[in-house]
C-alpha cells in the first residue's frame, strides 16, 4: 500500500520559513521522482517544485530563490524549506510521486498524499 505522510505545515507570518517533509511508503523512491504541489482555496492545484531520481530540479517561477527541493532515499523523504514564505504560498501542499522524470503537470504523478496546510498571514 502506497503512503505519503506530510508534516511541516503550520500558520506563520510573511517572511517566516517553514520546511515540509514527506515520508513515503510503499514505493521504491529511490527510482521515483518526487514533486510538491500546491492549492490554494477556491484555486486549482499548481506545481510548485520537482525533483528526479537523477536530482534534476525544477521550480514554479514564484518560489525560484525562496524554496528549495531535496530527498534523502534512505529515509524515502522528500523536503521542501521554503523561506521567506508570502500570503500567496498559502494552500495544502501535496507531495507526489510519477515516473516520467521531473514534471510540471500533475498529471504525470500517479502517487499523492493527504496534504498538509500552510497559512501565511501578512
Known amino acids: 500500500q502506497v503512503q505519503f505522510v506530510e508534516s511541516g505545515g503550520g500558520l506563520v507570518q510573511a517572511g517566516a520559513s517553514l520546511r515540509l517533509s514527506c515520508l513515503a511508503s510503499?514505493?521504491?523512491?529511490?527510482?521515483?521522482?518526487m514533486g510538491w504541489f500546491r492549492q490554494a482555496p477556491g484555486k486549482e492545484r499548481e506545481f510548485v517544485a520537482t525533483?528526479?531520481?537523477?536530482?534534476?530540479?525544477l521550480y514554479e517561477d514564484s518560489v525560484k530563490g525562496r524554496f528549495a527541493i531535496s530527498r534523502d532515499d534512505a529515509k524515502k523523504t522528500v523536503y521542501l524549506q521554503m523561506n521567506s514564505l508570502k500570503p500567496e504560498d498559502t494552500g495544502v501542499y501535496f507531495c507526489?510521486?510519477?515516473?516520467?522524470?521531473?514534471?510540471?503537470?500533475?498529471?504525470?504523478?500517479?502517487?499523492w498524499g493527504q496534504g498538509t496546510q500552510v497559512t501565511v498571514s501578512s
Open positions: 507526489a510521486a510519477g515516473f516520467r522524470g521531473p514534471a510540471r503537470n500533475d498529471g504525470d504523478y500517479v502517487y
Open positions: 525533483i528526479s531520481w537523477t536530482r534534476r530540479i
Open positions: 510503499g514505493i521504491a523512491f529511490s527510482w521515483d521522482d
